[in-house]
């Protein structure tokens, strides 16, 4: 099967003329498109009348002509026979990218204000083309060209069908792209809107990707949650109307995920549909299912509308943000799976993409502002006897910074604590054998700070109105090239000074009083997208110029682990709650979308900073295992029985990082809803390996262990176990399941499989 068949259609049809009193013979011509990955199907036609109507997505099904599901011949509203009731045709049908204000009530993607202040518009389709791989997406700003966040994919890898539509009207053109990739159940959408016109148009809504399924027997899916509590899931059936999670906060935030997924009720991590949708961006955002008077759902994603507006001028273009979608009939965690693949192989990039990250010790959690060369370095020494790899230097390292509430802005070393400057600093680090990374918040301003005190007007602010501060800072108007330019010519000058091979860009506060001094009263409500953009842009000139970096992004925790930011860095902090327990529903959630290649994780020290819980120096380390992997603690000062244990943890995460990185991943129990318990397994591709882990939250009496099924594994082949030395088909350990006997509250088990 081609991944995208074209098919010209003549389609006879007879159908009840109401006008007329009697039945009444029709013809359509349209083109049909089928999208096919190796296990799903995308049907999408254009109609002679030129509306492009959804015919298909969901399980593969190789069938010559799907356009029977148009239903055309039903339906009692179709255009060509009955135009007398327009509206309803247009509020029942199902669309591909539905506009707003021309008779269909459900969400739109598509609506323009033009300049005599009116807003309804149509779409027609124009012409198509097909080309291989994955065009690269961009938007041309006035002074740069931004490339955006997106999949990628070499030419044989995938597929990409450009829909041309046009706006008769106000002669914009609307190119919608669908690619599909011929190795995963992954389709992608994305727009470009064109102003054709001679006039300016006003864009206030532009979204991403819009599906109409036939049906609304589903659960919604959504990764919600706060600071310290990030991703944690939740799942509920489809009702009547809308429901949505979303953001209007500047970042994609702690509170929701771009992520939605629609599963049959019976879905579970190895059975059922699921469609998963996730946004490639990192500012406000919405996700949203609707059910209709018809019992059918219109799931859709992009850009808020919510304080949202674009004026295109003639000529120049509107690119929207990707939105990934992923297919599966064999449950969530197939659908997790095939995110992981796709994120692991054709979002994140550099380097570091398939290399081992280097284990690191960051010394926030250790020091927090209270740190000296002196104090570095001693931490440096005792991680280098241990074996670990990198010391990275948290926040308070610049200007006058002593907590937070200063020197945002002011890139420059604090050489009071720093005595003999960066450069010592880190020649002493590397000599210990050990990498040096650094820390930025570089979007932050805070008002003490020099950069304040010269360009007050940088920061984001509505003249006339006060300023909010949140964490006793600003945050600086990224649309403004100048201040972009500025903070990186300061970064740059930090990483020229020493030898920085690792950068954690932070992002600690959200957007309040959306205004800047710069753009004119008609863009202001561009500065929402323009800010990601401007972000995007400073994070893309990092990584050109400093191939070699490794940069991991984050925000107060993992308030932008979204794959807008996986494009520019391997790896995302996950959250500030190191606490093993809590970790273990933020990384089960986290995992439901995003590999944990990408999850920033850290043995930190207890009683822990956050939730004030103690548990076992191993269970830490079991927990963190599952991600990048570092200690966030005092090694100097941790009781020598952990410390002692530091060692052998590396060892372990080595041995098994391979695994995490990049094998498959299977959740065996669910921690949301039996809250003493959690196990998970990565299995190598190949299936002749895999590391089994449980964690027991509380204790229980102990009359019996727990049987887990394991997941993944070669039913056919028999593996050995590292706990039990025992034999067992794959079968035998997946349909019957092995004996966990844990005891005690945080305690935790690893196991290694291998075939014989
Ligand atoms: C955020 C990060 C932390 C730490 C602090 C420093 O909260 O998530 O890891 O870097 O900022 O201020």
């Known amino acids: 099967m081609e991944t995208i068949r074209v098919q010209k259609l003549h389609k006879e049809y007879v159908k009840w003329n109401w006008q007329a009193g009697r039945n009444e013979p029709f013809t359509e011509d349209m083109t049909l498109f089928t999208l096919t990955t190796p296990g799903s199907t995308y049907a999408l036609a254009a109609l002679e009348s030129g509306y492009l109507c959804h015919v298909y997505y969901g399980k593969r099904t190789d069938d010559e002509d799907l356009s029977y599901l148009l239903h055309l011949g039903e339906n009692p509203y179709t255009p060509k026979v009955n135009s007398r009731d327009m509206g309803t045709f247009m509020d029942t049908t199902s669309f591909e990218y539905p506009v707003y204000g021309t008779g269909d009530y459900r969400e739109s993607a598509f609506m323009i204000r033009d300049s005599k202040g009116t807003a309804a518009v149509t779409l027609r389709y124009k012409s198509h083309r097909i080309t291989d791989g994955k065009p690269v997406l961009s938007q041309e700003l006035e002074d740069c060209t931004v490339r955006l966040p997106a999949t990628f994919a070499d030419k044989d890898e995938a597929k990409t069908l450009i829909i041309t539509m046009e706006e008769p009207r106000t002669g914009l053109e609307a190119e919608l792209y669908y690619t599909a990739f011929t190795g995963l159940d992954v389709i992608t959408r994305s727009v470009v809107v064109t102003n054709k016109g001679t006039e300016p148009v006003d864009i206030e809504r532009i979204l991403s990707t819009s599906i109409d399924i036939e049906c609304s027997e589903y659960d919604f899916i959504t990764l919600n949650g706060s600071w310290a509590r990030e991703r944690f899931i939740e799942r509920a059936p489809l009702h009547h109307g809308k429901q949505l999670v979303d953001s209007a906060r500047g970042e994609s935030s702690h509170q929701s995920n771009p992520f939605m997924a629609l599963v049959s009720h019976n879905a579970d991590e190895r059975i059922g549909e699921a469609f998963g949708f996730n946004l490639v961006y990192s500012g406000n955002f919405i996700a949203q299912a609707e059910v209709t008077q018809h019992k059918r759902t219109r799931a859709v994603m992009g850009i808020n509308p919510l304080d949202f507006r674009w004026k295109l001028e003639s000529g120049k273009s509107f690119t929207a943000p990707e939105a990934v979608m992923v297919y599966s009939s064999e449950g969530i965690g197939k659908m997790s799976r095939t995110f992981h693949d796709l994120y692991r192989q054709h979002l994140i990039r550099g380097e570091y993409r398939d290399k081992a990250r280097p284990v690191l010790i960051n010394n926030w959690e250790a020091t927090y502002f209270d740190f000296d060369t002196d104090k570095l370095i001693s931490i440096a020494k005792e991680a280098a006897k241990s074996g670990i790899e990198m010391l990275v230097m948290d926040d308070g390292w610049f200007g006058h910074r002593n907590t937070d509430n200063s020197s945002l802005g002011d890139w420059y070393v604090n050489e009071n604590k720093l005595k003999g400057g960066l450069g010592h600093l880190v020649d002493e680090v590397n000599k210990l054998g050990l990498k040096f990374g650094i820390w930025f918040e570089p979007e932050m301003i805070s008002p003490d700070s020099d950069l304040y005190r010269a360009h007050p007007d940088w920061a984001i602010q509505i003249e006339g109105q006060p300023m909010s501060q949140s964490r006793e800072q600003y945050v600086l108007d990224y649309s403004r090239k100048e201040v972009r330019d500025n903070i990186y010519s300061q970064i740059t000058a930090i990483l020229e000074s020493a030898n920085i091979e690792y950068i954690k860009w932070d992002m600690n506060r959200q957007i309040t009083e959306p205004g800047s001094l710069k753009l004119p009263p008609e863009r202001q409500q561009e500065l929402w997208h323009r800010f ?106 941790i009781p020598e029985a952990d410390r002692a244990e530091i060692p052998a943890q590396i060892e372990q995460f080595k041995k098994y990082n391979p695994l995490v990185r990049k094998g498959d991943q299977y959740r065996l129990a669910d921690i949301f809803s039996d809250n003493t318990f959690d196990a998970w397994m990565f299995v190598s591709k190949d299936k002749s390996q895999a590391v089994f882990t449980a964690v027991q939250v509380l204790g229980r009496p102990n009359y019996h262990s727990r049987l887990i099924k394991l997941d993944g594994l070669d039913p056919g082949r028999k593996y050995t176990s590292s706990l039990t030395g025992e034999i067992h088909t794959g079968a035998a350990l997946m349909n019957c399941g092995i004996a966990v006997d844990l005891s005690g509250d945080f305690s935790s088990v690893v196991i290694e499989f291998n075939a014989v």
């Not at 940069?551 to 925790?557: A, I, Q, T, V, Y």
Request: net charge negative.
């Open 532 to 637: 990601v953009l401007g972000v995007y842009d400073l994070q893309n000139r990092l990584i050109t110029d400093h191939p070699h970096l490794l940069l991991e992004n984050c925000s107060g925790g993992g308030a932008r682990f979204d794959p807008g930011m996986l494009f520019f860095s391997p790896q995302i902090w996950t959250s500030d709650d190191t606490d093993a327990i809590e970790r273990l529903k933020i990384q089960h959630g986290t995992s439901v979308c995003y590999p944990a290649s990408a999850m920033g994780a850290h043995v930190s020290d207890c009683p822990n900073h956050v939730v004030g819980r103690s548990t076992p120096f191993a269970t830490r380390g079991n927990v963190a295992m599952v991600g990048t992997f570092g200690y966030e603690l005092d090694i100097t000062r």
